[in-house]
């Protein structure tokens, strides 16, 4: 339970070094924004043209009676935009942290010089787009695990009460796991920590990782609070991604969080 706390601690540390940190709180909004735009023009675009692309793609239901016809392409329309809305939310945070590599890449760097005890921090060494290659190519892996994941709750979601409770629980703590590998990964990968080492890493710490990844898991299904909370989750994510490798984290985020306990406790001897 204690690493439940911590995890969520961090979540908390992150977006409080970034409201110490204005101008680097704009730079990380950038990829949201540009994210943002693009997948809100996409739905846009689908749901204009998505009755037209059922059609296309149904011709052999154009002799069908008035209200069967109408019916089924409604119902395939209505399924198309439901799975653009699922792939969306699923996909935000690895598109955005894709199209935001330079951006997040050069945050987490700032964030690990400030919280280093000897003021420096790792560097991959690589060019950017060997970086942007091995990020990708590590998303899509990410993105088809949680697809696996994905269809398998969906099926168990049918069983009686089990899926209606249990399942949805079950599925934001593992939308939470994947939502922090993700976010980890640029300081990890920056560290040379490739991703079968990552999802080792990461399963070795699950309570911490969940006490992360699922609090923001609920918030990002909200894209524009995703966009909002992005920077600081980048930041979060590098001060537990120095967590999981032992590395001492020595900044004004430890003095806020001791300084934070006093309080708490001074206000409990009053009490």
Do not use: C
């Not at 935009?81 to 598109?95: C, D, E, M, N, P």
């Amino acid at each position: 339970m204690r690493d439940l706390g911590a995890g969520f601690r961090y979540l908390v540390d992150g977006q409080r070094w970034m409201a110490r940190h204005g101008k680097s709180y704009g730079f990380g909004l950038l990829p949201g924004l540009i994210t943002l735009v693009l997948y809100t023009a996409a739905l846009v675009a689908l749901a204009l043209w998505g009755e037209d692309a059922v059609t296309w793609a149904t011709p052999f239901a154009d002799g069908w009676p008035g209200p069967w016809l109408g019916l089924f392409r409604g119902f395939l329309t209505a399924v198309l935009f439901a799975l653009g809305l699922l792939l969306a939310v699923v996909t935000f945070t690895a598109v955005t942290l894709l199209v935001g590599q330079p951006f997040y890449e050069n945050l987490s760097e700032t964030v690990d010089r400030d919280v280093s005890p000897d003021g420096t921090a790792p560097e991959s060494g690589l060019p950017l787009w060997r970086e942007l290659w091995i990020s990708a190519r590590d998303s899509l892996r990410i993105v088809l695990r949680a697809a696996v994941w994905g269809i398998l709750l969906f099926a168990l979601g049918f069983l009686p009460f089990v899926g209606q409770t249990v399942i949805p629980v079950v599925g934001f703590f593992v939308t939470g796991f994947f939502l922090t590998e993700e976010l980890a990964s640029v300081a990890l990968q920056r560290r040379g920590v490739d991703l079968r080492a990552r999802l080792a890493l990461l399963r070795s710490r699950r309570t911490l990782v969940w006490g992360f990844g699922t609090p923001l898991a609920l918030a990002f299904l909200v894209p524009f609070v995703a966009v909002l909370l992005m920077p600081g989750a980048v930041a979060g994510a590098t001060l537990l991604a120095r967590d999981l490798l032992g590395e001492a984290i020595t900044d004004g985020v430890a003095q806020e969080r001791e300084a934070a306990a006093d309080s708490e406790a001074e206000a409990g001897t009053d009490r």
